[in-house]
């Protein structure tokens, strides 16, 4: 095992944490025996980490590597995931377009079920090993930006598909562009998914009930009150039956609102960003403000996409 001294406010994807000690796991006995009593991050794209958490660790370079036979690729957890885009491109594979655009290690895409708009990454595996046991992606109950993945991921199994799409891997490309280029974890909140379908102005949704398949719980009913300063059909859901969590934080007032270097930003609501010198704290007092005015103003439950840890272990 190595330990090395690792500065998460240069090293998280969204420049947030202190110097903290983070051991490397260099085989599977000492990620097991690590695991019992520390927290498995991966590349920090996706994690908010307090200056005090302690027993943190990470899989080392045995677990990058990328074997590739006949009819499947085996992906070590630690590979970046625009290796394995690359890989892709270079041999002509086709359905990993979307990993060109999204950082972070194979283990935790899969973890986290990451994707962009309807190309996740569940649909490309064949299986997952866990704790050293391997088991069919068809067996696992993927849903929305979560795997259900109790467990160290060392390794995935990827389905070989010919044909690279040129134009998916700019398609992805371009929806980056339009995104913010600050500091961040991507989308801070999950879309709330609902029973609603089609195109529905915002204003239409107060009032109603939301079964709510991310926590399965049905949300109460949402209060009929009008956005101030908004024309309602201005505001669409266009999604099938995901509710834009940006567009419920701009009905609250929160794109572009600040809490010290920390903010929603002006270009897409639901990143929450940092300005420079950005406190976990400011964030963690973003991220309460916005699900307490989200749920006031549309009875909606807002789940963090992102991970917060703020944990000791003594
Ligand atoms: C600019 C930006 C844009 C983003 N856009 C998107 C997007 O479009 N779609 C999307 O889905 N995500 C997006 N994200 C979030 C992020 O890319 C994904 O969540 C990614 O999967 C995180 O991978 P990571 O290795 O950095 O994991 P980390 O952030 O380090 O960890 C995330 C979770 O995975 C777990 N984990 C990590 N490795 C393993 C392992 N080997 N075994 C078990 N559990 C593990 C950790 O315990 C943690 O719970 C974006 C992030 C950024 C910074």
């Known amino acids: 095992m190595i330990i ?3 500065d998460f406010s240069k090293y998280s994807s969204i420049k947030i944490g202190g110097t903290l000690e983070l051991k490397i796991a260099q085989n599977l006995d000492e990620a097991m025996n690590l695991a019992q009593n520390h927290y498995l991050i991966g590349k920090a794209n996706n994690i908010l980490i307090s200056e005090n958490v302690t ?9 990058d590597y990328i074997n590739d036979s006949d009819d499947l ?16 491109k270079t041999h002509d594979l086709g359905g990993l377009e979307f990993l060109g655009a999204l950082p972070g290690s194979v283990g935790g895409i899969v973890k986290m079920n990451a994707g962009m708009k309807e190309y996740e990454i569940k649909n490309m595996l064949h299986s997952v090993c866990v704790n050293g046991v391997w088991h069919e992606a068809n067996a696992i ?3 929305y930006r979560n795997s259900g993945i109790e467990g160290i991921i060392s390794a995935v199994k990827i389905k070989k598909i010919r044909g690279f799409s040129g134009i998916l891997e700019s398609a992805f490309k371009q929806m980056r562009l339009n995104q913010p280029k600050e500091p961040s974890c991507g989308s801070c909140f999950k879309n ?3 029973i609603l379908e089609g195109e529905i ?3 239409e949704i107060r009032g109603k009930s939301l079964a709510n398949e991310v926590s399965g719980e049905i949300l109460p009913e949402i209060p009929n009150a009008e956005i101030p300063g908004e024309s309602p059909d201005e505001i669409l859901l266009k999604s099938k039956s ?32 940092n300005y420079g010198g950005g406190k976990f704290e400011e964030a963690i007092e973003l991220i309460n403000l916005a699900k307490q005015r989200v ?5 909606i439950k807002l789940e963090c996409e992102i991970i917060i840890l703020d944990f000791t272990y003594d």
């Open 141 to 143: 109950d993927f849903k």
């Open 295 to 299: 749920f006031k103003e549309f009875g």
């Open 192 to 194: 709330p998914c609902g």
């Open 73 to 88: 690729l085996e992906i070590g957890a630690r590979t970046n995931g625009r290796k394995l885009f690359l890989h892709a």
């Open 242 to 273: 995901q509710i834009p969590a940006g567009k419920l934080l701009e009905n609250v007032g929160l794109r572009g609102f600040k809490i010290g270097n920390m903010g929603f930003s002006e270009k897409h609501a639901n990143f929450l960003i």
């Open 55 to 63: 027993r943190i660790f990470q899989l080392g370079s045995e677990f």
């Open 4 to 6: 090395k001294k690792i």
């Open 201 to 203: 102005p915002l204003s």
